[in-house]
T-cell receptor, first 114, second 114 residues
Framework: SAVISQKPSRDICQRGTSLTIQCQVD?????MFWYRQQPGQSLTLIAT?????????ESGFVIDKFPISRPNLTFSTLTVSNMSPEDSSIYLC???????????FGSGTQLSVL | GENVEQHPSTLSVQEGDSAVIKCTYS??????FPWYKQELGKGPQLIID?????GEKKDQRIAVTLNKTAKHFSLHITETQPEDSAVYFC?????????????FGTGTKLQVIP
């Protein structure tokens, strides 16, 4: 399975500011995914990021709020823009195995917005 | 879309006892069912999975069963140990747009009491 590194691991931010989360995979992968996990809740897919194309956002998530970059096959970033306390969550980067079946996750970024 | 329900939301067992977590899904096209373990401060870790053409799969103390007709699947942990304490998520997955679209359950917080 791919090793996925995320940073920062946690951050405390002021409302109205933006935070960019970085995700690095130790091998080239086609698809990368960004999930949100609100406190005590399940995982919700934010968007799918393919290298060389615009990210595909799920219902309820928009590019202006969560811009994503995917500059190459091992790296992606998610920015949480104009943050409010409701954005306090764990943000998780993930990718699949070579069969596009098993999903693997990074260790997550714990974001608190004051 | 797919809907995955998971029960119970919390589960406490004595060390050495068995734990069972149950999930139901709604989309008959779902064909892959992974289970994840999430420890505090970490990302979800894939612990076992089952495909729709298999009724049961076992890996040491962990087993998963699938009833396609009834659209439910379960995780069984035998001889529980304190290190099994974590949040467990079931998921149902189907092929969509060239990749597996995954829907997660709401999670079960398992506490193993020494």
């Amino acid at each position: 399975s791919a090793v996925i590194s995320q940073k920062p691991s946690r951050d405390i931010c002021q409302r109205g500011t933006s935070l960019t989360i970085q995700c690095q995979v130790d091998s080239q992968v086609t698809m990368m995914f960004w999930y949100r996990q609100q406190p005590g809740q399940s995982l919700t897919l934010i968007a799918t990021a393919n290298q060389g194309s615009e990210a595909t956002y799920e219902s309820g998530f928009v590019i202006d709020k969560f811009p994503i970059s995917r500059p190459n096959l091992t790296f992606s970033t998610l920015t949480v823009s104009n943050m409010s306390p409701e954005d306090s969550s764990i943000y998780l980067c993930s990718t699949t195995d070579s069969h596009n079946e098993k999903l693997f996750f990074g260790s997550g970024t714990q974001l608190s917005v004051l | 879309g797919e809907n995955v329900e998971q029960h119970p939301s919390t589960l406490s067992v004595q060390e050495g006892d068995s734990a069972v977590i149950k999930c139901t899904y709604s989309d008959s096209a779902s064909n892959y069912f992974p289970w994840y373990k999430q420890e505090l401060g970490k990302g979800p870790q894939l612990i076992i999975d089952i495909r729709s053409n298999v009724g049961e799969k076992k890996d040491q103390r962990i087993a998963v069963t699938l009833n396609k007709t009834a659209k439910h699947f379960s995780l069984h942990i035998t001889e529980t140990q304190p290190e099994d304490s974590a949040v467990y998520f079931c998921a149902a997955s189907r092929l969509s747009g060239g990749y597996q679209k995954v829907t997660f359950g709401t999670g079960t917080k398992l506490q193993v009491i020494p």
